[in-house]
């Protein structure tokens, strides 16, 4: 084995790293915790201004709302976790906040325990039946 | 002389009784968490198969066999001796014996199935099944004798008890207290979430039970007559009023009417109303019922304050019921109803309540006693309850090597 670097060696044009992290600022990943009974709403909302997939958890979880009483022959139980949807968009940078507002405004019921909605960088997106990556496989 | 409609009737209530077991047993099972869901069903149907064999061979004569100084019947019955198709000349004497027989097997049956509601979520198969038997030969065997048996001595003090308030309903309860006490709450309990798991199989239970205590009731005139008609309307009207007050109590306490309320109070003022089913009108059945409701709901909420872990409020609603259904029969009966029964405190008959608080002491005595006693030995030798290992994944996967939810 020769020794390392070798001198035929040398480093890349463009590291592929740099590449995909230039890429990564235009593709955002938007979550959004809601109230279940909203979802239609959010859904037919996303769906008027042209947005084509989604990702859907039923989750439990709490926040300010904290959880809610029950009762069961007089022996009262806090339910700490309460039931809400989680809805999971890839995006074009250039549209989340469009989307972000739809979906508040679809969400909104003015009551504590609303959700909320959380935006994030995503490096790369393959579509599995193409190979396709970037901005066109979403 | 056999009659042929009461021996029809006799048959088709034991039928009905048996199904309560079942009932109970989705009763129970729908208050447990998930995990414990078979081992719950599990002690109530056990039960059909133990308590059977125990009553052929020794329960049926120890609790009607030949008298012995009033305390219990003797063996000489072991085994159905000599008891065949023949009616008895004493017990239910238009019917086979073996029809009065078989149904008096189906109450030796529910009553330790009872007992579990108490003990939930906790006990070892093993030492339940060891427990059930020896307290039905020790509590229930000779309490029925005592209350229903030929030459029973609370029988000649004139204890009425038409279909189980004291025999099933208290005796079962005072052994809960006493099960309660001696093992000790769920691990946990008080900190964690002990909700109902399913409370539609709760509810399914429910519906069961109202239908089978029909031929506990009624089929306890052990004959096709206006007896067991009095008895029926009474047991429906109090169930339904049992149901009515706990639901309006809940709702006059701050809270919301529940479908867990509405079971609890139907199965409290079915419980009530057993020992005095065909010895009350239905004014005197709908009042013991709204008693019932107010009663147990009572005391299932004073459990809380206590700190007692009786899981499924046997004490609360069966023990409770089987006292005050007891008590409530010296102050409501009426010898225009039944002219077999007696008269009670409103017919001006003040000593009757005396005879039937009297009943309720010694049986709630005697059971409680001979309980704790019995739990504590088997505690000492067996041990009662599973490991907390076992208990944290459930007596389903460590009693019985099964899972109820797979998906």
Known sequence: MGSFPDKHWREPAVAPFTTQGEKEKKMKKIEAIIKPFKLDDVKEALSAIGIKGMTLSEVKGYGRQKGHKEVYRGAEYQVDFIPKVKL????????????????RRAALTGKIGDGKIFVMPIEEVVRVRTGEKGSNAI | MINAGDTAFVL???????????????????????????????????????????????????????????????LSWFALNTVGSAPSPTYATTIPQNAFMIYQCM??????????????????????????????????????????????????????????????HLTSGAAALAAVMVMGP?????????APHNLPMTIIGTALLWFGWFGFNAGSALAANGIAATAFISTHLAGMTGMAMWIIMESLHGGKPTTLGAASGAVAGLATITPAAGFVGPIAAMTIGIIAGFV???????KE??????????????????????????????????????DGLLAGNASFLGTQIFGVLVVGLYAFVVSWILLKIINGTMGLRVNKEDEISGLDQSQHNETAYNN
């Not at chain 1, 999971?88 to 979906?103: G, H, K, P, R, W």
């Not at chain 2, 039928?15 to 729908?30: R, S």
């Not at chain 2, 769920?186 to 002990?194: A, I, L, P, T």
């Not at chain 2, 304050?305 to 023990?319: E, P, T």
């Open chain 2, 186 to 194: 769920r691990y946990n309990h008080g900190k964690r979430n002990f």
């Open chain 2, 12 to 74: 088709a209530a034991a039928g009905l009784v048996l199904l309560m077991t079942p009932g109970l047993a989705l009763f129970y099972g729908g208050m447990v968490r998930s995990k414990n869901v078979l081992g719950t069903f599990m002690q109530s149907l056990v039960m059909i198969s133990v308590i059977s064999v125990e009553w052929v061979l020794m329960g049926y004569s120890m609790s009607f066999g030949p008298d012995v100084g009033g305390l219990t019947g003797n």
């Open chain 2, 107 to 168: 109450f030796a049956i529910i009553t330790p199935a009872l007992i579990t509601g108490a003990i939930a979520e906790r006990i070892r198969f093993s030492s339940f099944i060891v427990f059930s038997l020896l307290w039905t030969i020790l509590v229930y065997n000779p309490v029925c004798h005592w209350v229903w048996g030929s030459g029973g001595w609370l029988a000649a003090r004139g204890v009425l008890d038409f279909a189980g308030g004291l025999v099933v």
């Open chain 1, 88 to 103: 999971e968009l890839i995006v074009d940078a250039a549209q989340v906040d469009e989307i972000v507002e739809c979906i």
């Open chain 2, 296 to 302: 147990c709901y009572s005391a299932v909420n004073l």
């Open chain 2, 305 to 342: 304050k206590i700190g007692l872990d009786d899981s499924l409020d046997v004490v609360g609603i069966h023990g409770v019921g089987g006292i005050i259904g007891t008590i409530c029969l010296g102050i409501f009966a009426s010898k225009t109803v039944n002219a077999g029964g007696a």
